[in-house]
């Protein structure tokens, strides 16, 4: 048996208010946009984007939206089978403000998928995925570790590379990305030259220091057309592309399809329900 069970998911844009409820299973979601407030018991909280709320077993509750700012909501139901894992899951305070709210976003990404697809075995994947969210919150909140998220968010391998302080150049990277970064100012904020740059991307992060700009930038890109609903020309201005039709271009050849399409596929209300 699984540690978890997950019998429903969803992924919605909520104008309303929930009365006071309770129910006899977990819920966890995140705020991808808006704003609103949770009541849990006796206590409030402000809802804010990218952050995660879990309400545990039998926890009167409720959710007051504000009708300016639309709740994009992300949003897992499921059981606990583990007594160690139900015990530390209601140690977990509200609300939870993780590290890295990208691979959080991406592993609901991946359920959302599963669901979608129902392949082979895919509950099992559904369930093992809400574990791993799990299982990192609870090593966020104890202080241990975060694990790594995927490239190209992942923290570096090493802290230095021949005299480059990878994880400062990195920070760099993922703070001037929505400008235009060339290799000579990657070159100068490493103080290297270029051949020692693209050696330290390609043996660290298997590729080139512009691909891999790209790639944070694609990756933003697909966030914002799937939890937002931010216009495709800000988008493009907001991941550091001077023209919309170049970003739409380099969209649709990473992703075999244009934003739109991929913000019509991805970013509609959706619903499932598993046996």
């Known amino acids: 048996m699984n540690e978890c069970s997950v019998f429903w998911c969803g992924k919605y844009c909520q104008q309303w208010e929930t009365d006071v409820h309770n129910h006899t299973y977990f819920q966890l979601f995140g705020i991808s946009e808006g704003r609103g407030q949770l009541l849990v018991e006796e206590e409030k909280f402000d809802i804010l984007p ?3 709320y879990l309400i545990h077993p039998q926890q009167n509750h409720a959710v007051v939206t504000n009708e ?14 583990n007594q160690m894992l139900f015990e530390e899951l209601l140690k ?3 609300p939870f403000v993780p590290k890295n709210f990208t691979w959080f976003t991406q592993s609901f990404e991946k359920i959302f998928k599963e669901s979608q697809s129902q392949q082979l075995h895919y509950h099992s994947i559904v369930c093992n ?4 969210v799990l299982v990192r919150i609870i090593r966020e909140q104890s202080g241990a570790e975060p694990i790594p998220a995927p490239s190209p968010f992942s923290d570096p391998p090493v802290a230095e590379y021949r005299g ?4 400062a150049l990195i920070d760099y990277i993922r703070f001037n990305y929505t400008h235009i970064i060339s290799l000579d100012d990657l ?13 330290m991307f390609k043996e660290l ?16 890109a697909k966030e914002l057309l799937s939890n937002t609903t931010i216009g495709i020309g800000e988008i493009a201005e907001l991941i550091g592309f001077q023209s919309i039709h170049y970003f739409s271009r380099f ?3 990473k992703e075999n399809c244009t934003p739109i399409e991929y913000r019509m596929r991805h970013s509609r209300n959706r619903y499932f329900y598993f046996p």
């Open 50 to 52: 990218q952050q995660l």
């Open 92 to 94: 977990i305070r509200q």
């Open 164 to 167: 480059i302080d990878v994880a």
């Open 187 to 199: 070159s100068c904020a490493a103080h290297v030259n270029k051949t020692t740059l693209s050696n």
């Open 251 to 253: 969209f649709k050849e």
């Open 68 to 81: 300016r700012t639309p709740l994009h909501i992300l949003d897992i139901k499921f059981a606990i089978h």
């Open 129 to 132: 995925t809400l574990y791993e």
């Open 205 to 220: 992060f298997d590729t080139t220091p512009i691909r891999y700009i790209n790639a944070l930038r694609l990756q933003k």
